[in-house]
T-cell receptor, first 113, second 113 residues
């Protein structure tokens, strides 16, 4: 499968491949992280979240990994499908009282069949 | 379909007009948010309402005026906007706990002439 070591704005994969999208977060005090998918003309759609007391969480075809040591978050999509084509954003809470989120720059995933 | 409903979907206005964006959610969420999103950029937080009270204003110009009439509704009043205010305006809601995801509407595409 395709993977990205550092954040890249775009990722192109073939249908059926596994995709890995990376994100570096900024605040050591952040303790909650979310991945969103945004399709053209739509708002961000919740995919999966993870709290800082976990290293890994799995959903349907998606897995989020959290490495607090290097402040790194990744989203793995298994058997990528054309419908997975979208912009993917990671988001972190601000590590303080309150619910505001800080969004990462986003990665555009393109899936070709 | 999203559970956060935003109207209108598109809005074109002149710099001297006054208009309002509306947002509604019926998930019983206690926190509501306004974000601004420019093309190919992540959403940027503008305002946070918690239990119908404004809790965060990210130094947004006064030509944007938020209002939360009740726990289900959120408005954004617009007056004397500038062309650089053209963007996608997203509303979101959450349960109000800092480890719960925000759920987004599909936004209002605003164009300032």
């Amino acid at each position: 499968g395709e993977s990205v070591g550092l954040h890249l704005p775009t990722l192109s994969v073939q249908e059926g491949d596994n995709s890995i999208i990376n994100c570096a977060y900024s605040n050591s005090a952040s303790d909650y992280f979310i991945w969103y998918k945004q399709e053209s003309g739509k708002g961000p759609q919740f995919i999966i979240d993870i709290r800082s007391n976990m290293d890994k969480r799995q959903g349907q075809r998606v897995t989020v990994l959290l490495n607090k040591t290097v402040k790194h978050l990744s989203l793995q999509i298994a058997a990528t499908q054309p419908g997975d084509s979208a912009v993917y954003f990671c988001a972190e809470n601000r590590g303080q009282a309150g619910t505001a989120l800080i969004f990462g720059k986003g990665t555009t995933l393109s899936v070709s069949s | 379909d999203t559970e956060v409903t935003q109207t209108p979907k598109h809005l074109v206005m002149g710099m001297t007009n006054k208009k309002s964006l509306k947002c509604e959610q019926h998930m019983g969420h206690r926190a509501m948010y306004w974000y601004k999103q420019k093309a190919k950029k992540p959403p940027e937080l503008m305002f946070v309402y918690s239990y119908e009270k404004l809790s965060i204003n990210e130094s947004v110009p006064s030509r944007f005026s938020p209002e939360c009439p009740n726990s289900s509704l959120l408005n954004l009043h617009l007056h004397a906007l500038q062309p650089e205010d053209s963007a996608l305006y997203l509303c979101a809601s959450s349960q109000g706990d800092r480890s719960q995801p925000q759920h987004f509407g599909d936004g209002t595409r605003l164009s300032i002439l």
